[in-house]
């Protein structure tokens, strides 16, 4: 997948547990995992601003898109 989901970067640089910002957000840990691990296929505006606003940061924090090489597809 081209999107690279960097949420365990700015939990690392919060100190804060995935569990924490599950509670904080209002999600289930294994959704935030599923997002955390770019398995998820889409994320609703609202949850991002609502990781944004816990994390203190801005969506390009969390997310960053990547070049696939042409064999990589």
Known sequence: MPIAVDIDV????RKMSVAELADR???TPANLAVLKNGRAKAVRFATLAALCEVLKCQPGDLLRWEAQDAAGG
């Open 10 to 13: 700015m939990l690392a640089r």
């Open 25 to 27: 957000v209002g999600i």
